[in-house]
């Protein structure tokens, strides 16, 4: 990795910046995926289940499965926790909407917007994170207290996050509440940037991490869908952390190109490498010559399949992988 990389000139500048890229991440194996319609309210990207899709809880594991492994083969630190039956939690997959782990020992909880998602919050996950990767908690952020004023803010979900400047991205939206944002913001000693953002209809995208994602060189950002009166605004931002900017277009966007996640893998005679994670349906949405640049600003690429959980769950593999950052 070359030396003079501008986000690393950016970090050392800023001796409390974090590290981009996490090198764990907690995984949640689901028991009962299922298509949520309370969730489908707010998420054009769900699809209503068909009668092939009776079987969709084990397509679900088996491509969760799949992922944690590759993920595990190439160096990431994964730690599963298993869903637990009752009750059902159609959406457990996704424990990124609920939880984060910072590399000052912070963890932070979720307000959500789905009444049927707010089960998904257990203090497993946290002894599980502790316990097997060495987390060492230090204090708990509670903000779920805003669902009680129907103020959600789900997550790595709805934050974009650049470490390295401290700066959280946010497409505001009946999930992404600003007033919740700012709070994060000032606990978590970040700037806030919200904007507007839509699909090609016309409706609010449910989640920032649809239409934008942050590497440690690379920023992909789905330029088409934000508010024409804050694009010029969100573009100088992201240019200004010095990475090379990848725009994509609703068509990309629809087919969870802007959904996914760059890791660092650790140590080994190479050295830490940077893999970055999109889905099957993401890359045959890129085109080549995009795709081309995205790889020449990562060390390797991981393509997993998750056609069952994309299509009935309405989120990608960015969503099922919530970073631990490990101090």
């Known amino acids: 990795m070359s030396s003079d990389f501008p986000g690393q000139a950016l970090a050392a500048a800023r001796p409390g910046a974090g590290r981009q890229c996490a090198g764990a991440v907690l995984m949640v194996r689901p028991a009962a995926f299922a298509y949520n319609p309370e969730t489908a309210t707010t998420n054009a990207f769900q699809r209503p289940p068909r009668p092939a899709d009776e079987a969709s809880s084990l397509g679900a594991r088996a491509e969760f499965d799949g992922l944690a492994a590759a993920l595990a083969a190439k160096g990431i630190r994964v730690c599963v926790l298993e869903d637990t039956p009752r009750p059902p939690k159609p959406d457990a997959v996704f424990p990124n909407n609920w939880i984060s782990f910072h590399a000052d020992g912070t963890v932070v909880l979720y307000p959500l917007q789905a009444e049927s998602r707010r089960q998904e919050r257990r203090a497993a996950a946290i002894e599980a994170v502790t316990e097997r990767l060495g987390y060492r908690l230090k204090r708990v952020i509670d903000l779920t207290w805003h669902e009680a004023h129907r103020r959600h803010l789900e997550g790595t979900g709805s934050l974009v996050l650049d470490h390295l ?17 700012a709070e994060w913001a000032g606990e978590l000693g970040y700037r806030p940037v919200p904007f507007r953002a839509a699909d090609r209809s016309g409706a609010p995208l449910y989640h920032t991490n649809v239409l934008m994602c942050i590497g440690e060189r690379v920023v992909v950002v789905g330029l088409d869908a934000i508010a024409a009166a804050d694009r010029d605004r969100v573009l100088a931002q992201l240019r200004e952390g010095g990475r090379e900017v990848i725009e994509i277009g609703h068509s990309q966007v629809e087919r969870f190109a802007g959904n996914m996640l760059e890791l660092a893998s650790g140590g080994g005679s190479q050295g830490e490498r940077r893999l970055l994670v999109l889905s099957e349906a993401a890359r045959r949405a890129l085109h080549e010559e995009t795709f081309q640049r995205l790889a020449a600003c990562t060390d390797e690429v991981l393509v997993a399949p998750v056609p069952t959980i994309e299509r009935l769950g309405g989120g990608s593999v960015r969503c099922m992988l919530a970073e631990v950052f490990l101090p």
């Open 165 to 181: 400047a401290r700066i959280a991205y946010a497409c505001l939206s009946p999930r992404t509440d600003e007033q919740v944002l």
